[in-house]
């Protein structure tokens, strides 16, 4: 199996299927849990250092932080709805909790953080949604936590890829800090498959190929970019949809296209 590729598990006690940290990951910035709740279980965390972006992925759930109360956050059956996700940001140092009003598939996105930033909902409007690409390049982006909302290194989006099309497309990259130019991101891909039996593909690859693997994902693997190109392949019959958690040194998506592929943009 690829190094890339991290599979769910059974739910833990606390409902987490999975888990990675900058540690398990070989890097420094990204942190993902991914956490499934059933009707009146309660999910919580702290973290000192770093700030926290819940999002509910699908369900409806009550979340605490610090002093504030968010009822009925959420409320989608299927990240393939065309609705907004539910979120919260959390900041460092403050304790919250999740509590599911039914089955809640909940995103605990994380990275290093800075006091005196405060707790806040975010809101359906926030989430500016997008259309990019044409024909069989066409997907659906929504904005969760872009980088002109308040955050110190966080940021957040979602993707539906249709069946039979191509998304992070052409190829693109962001693992090298250069003003103006690009900037340096890792990244982690939640994806889920509709219907879920059903798979994709996303190759992670660099120039020089010292990293180059192509990735067969299931519904429910996460895949690693730690640098390089990422592009994802939905096959037909199968709806792909994916969660991006992104941080790095600059809080900026910045990216730069694979020259060799660069040329179908300027048609």
Known sequence: MSRLRVRPTPPDAEGRVTVITPQSAGWTYV????VRLVAGQTY?????TRE?????????????AGTEHFAAV?????????APPGAVFVPPATAFGVTAQ????????????????????ITASEMSREV???GTNTRYVRNILPQDRPAHSL???EVVTPAGHWSSYPPHKHDSAEPELETQLEETYYHRIDPPQGFGFQRVYTDDRSLDEAVLVE???VVLVPRGYHPVGAPHGYSLYYLNVMAGPERRWIFRNDPQHEWMLKG
């Open 132 to 134: 990019r690409g044409q």
């Open 74 to 82: 959420g409320g989608r059956r299927s990240p393939f709805e065309d």
């Open 31 to 34: 942190g993902f849990t991914l």
């Open 44 to 48: 919580r965390g702290q973290d000192e």
């Open 219 to 221: 519904d429910g693997d």
């Open 155 to 157: 940021l957040v989006v």
């Open 52 to 64: 926290t972006c819940l999002v509910i992925v699908s369900g409806t759930a009550d979340i605490e």
């Open 102 to 121: 039914d089955a809640v598939e909940l995103a605990v996105c994380t990275a290093p953080g800075q006091a005196g930033d405060a707790v806040r909902q």
